[in-house]
């Protein structure tokens, strides 16, 4: 399917700038309409305020300033998006919530990673990196300390595994495949396997177009989202596309290791679908 509206999450942190960028930049490149979410909550607190009166203030009056804040950030929006289509939304909540909401008319959303290590001093209330659990759209996730003007999808590894959350992910990033320069399946086999996990894929992708290459490891025990990382990182790719894993647990969205271990350690992109 292809990118025609791009949900954009937008909040009075300290990103947002990047995830604009990022989302003028795919806008222009697949003449998408971009539904700009700004949602006036905070995403995070610092750990000295305890207490849950303390709390409760400090969620007010941070929101408070984010309304007053959000006038001259529709203006950088406005500023930025001005040769494409956009709406532009307010809202108090959930951050989770809310933008799953909205996914459902949306073919691709942009968030920020939700633990980068400038953030282990706070205390997060938001999780916007789980909406790939939450919501159908394919997500977009941005490491939080993404460099600007830094372009994205020219080199593109798929975490290859034959599960409906990884096929998903395949389709879900098909208009970034056909206009890649590169593309790389990593497929990580257990020992005895013949190494050809991923040859089935490359024989699909081609039929749409898309010429690939293979890289298989041997699982030798460990995390696998560290081997996806180790091999994404060897092979230079600026996108990352594979499943998201996990499940609710008592309104906890609970995450699989190796979802896990990509979206705390993030140094490019990742496309994820559940």
């Known amino acids: 399917m ?10 009075n ?14 806008a222009k490149r697949f003449s998408a309409f971009v ?29 408070a300033i984010a309304h007053e804040k ?6 950088e929006v406005r500023s930025a998006l001005k040769d494409c289509s956009y709406s532009w939304t307010v809202d108090e909540g959930d951050h989770v919530e809310l933008l799953a909401a909205r996914a459902a008319y949306a073919d691709l959303a ?15 209330l938001q999780v916007p990196d789980r909406l790939p659990l939450t919501s159908s ?25 034959n599960t409906r959350e990884a096929g998903r992910a395949v389709r879900n990033a098909m208009p970034f495949l056909k206009e890649a320069e590169r593309v790389t399946v990593v497929t990580i086999d257990p020992p005895g396997h013949a190494l050809d996990g991923g040859r089935d894929l490359m024989i699909w992708l081609e039929r749409h177009g898309v010429r690939s290459q293979h890289q298989a490891s041997i699982f030798q025990g460990g995390d696998v989202g560290e081997i996806i990382l180790d091999s994404h990182r060897s ?15 008592l309104r906890e969205l609970v995450l699989g290791g190796a979802t ?5 350690n993030l140094t490019t992109p990742v496309l994820m679908s559940h």
């Not at 539904?35 to 007010?60: D, H, K, Q, W």
């Not at 896990?260 to 705390?264: G, H, N």
């Open 13 to 26: 942190d300290d990103r947002h700038t990047q995830r604009l960028e990022v989302a003028v930049g795919l």
């Open 235 to 249: 092979l230079g790719g600026d996108l990352l596309v594979m499943g998201s894993y996990g499940h609710s647990r």
């Open 260 to 264: 896990r271990t990509v979206l705390s």
């Open 35 to 63: 539904e700009v979410l700004f949602v006036a909550t905070p995403v995070s607190m610092p750990p000295a305020v305890t207490g849950r009166a303390a709390s409760y203030a400090y969620i007010a009056e941070a929101t």
């Open 110 to 124: 942009i968030v920020t990673q939700s633990h980068g290590d400038d953030l282990a001093d706070r205390v997060m």
């Open 2 to 11: 292809p990118i025609k509206t791009i949900l954009l999450h937008m909040s």
């Open 137 to 161: 759209c394919p997500t977009l996730v941005l490491p939080f300390n993404f460099p600007p003007r830094t372009e994205i999808g020219r080199h593109v590894v798929v975490a290859w595994k």
């Open 70 to 75: 959000a006038g001259l950030i529709e203006q």
